[in-house]
Nanobody
C-alpha cells in the first residue's frame, strides 16, 4: 500500500493550494481518508477526514470554512483544497487511510508534503 501526497509549496498568506493524495494497493472506496499536519516542534494534528462515500466530512476548528476535503473514488485520490491560508497553516501535511469507521484508526500513512505560508 502506498499513499502519495503532492501539491504542497510556498504561498503567500491569503493564497490557496490544493493537495492531492493518490492511493495504490488498496481498495480505496472502502477507506475513510484523512489529512493531518505537523508543524516544526509541534505534535501531529488532525485536519480533516472524509467518509468512504464522500458523504460525511469533518474538519478541525482551525480550518473550518477555509479548507475543503473531497475524494474521487474512480481515481483513488483524496484532495484538500486550502483557501485563505495563514502562516500558522505552515506544516508538513500527511494523508492517511482507515479501514475502520468507529473508531477511526489509520492503517496507512503517506510521506507528507510541505506547505509553507509566508506572511
Amino acid at each position: 500500500v502506498q499513499l502519495q501526497a503532492s501539491g504542497g509549496g510556498l504561498v503567500q498568506a491569503g493564497g490557496s493550494l490544493r493537495l492531492s493524495c493518490a492511493a495504490f494497493g488498496l481498495t480505496f472506496r472502502y477507506y475513510t481518508m484523512g489529512w493531518f499536519r505537523q508543524a516544526p516542534g509541534k505534535e501531529r494534528e488532525f485536519v480533516s477526514r472524509i467518509s468512504w462515500s464522500g458523504g460525511r466530512t469533518y474538519y478541525a476548528d482551525s480550518v473550518k470554512g477555509r479548507f475543503t476535503i473531497s475524494r474521487d473514488n474512480a481515481k483513488n485520490t483524496v484532495y484538500l483544497q486550502m483557501n485563505s491560508l495563514k502562516p500558522e497553516d505552515t506544516a508538513v501535511y500527511y494523508c492517511a487511510a482507515s479501514a475502520s469507521i468507529s473508531p477511526v484508526n489509520y492503517d496507512y500513512w503517506g510521506q507528507g508534503t510541505q506547505v509553507t505560508v509566508s506572511s
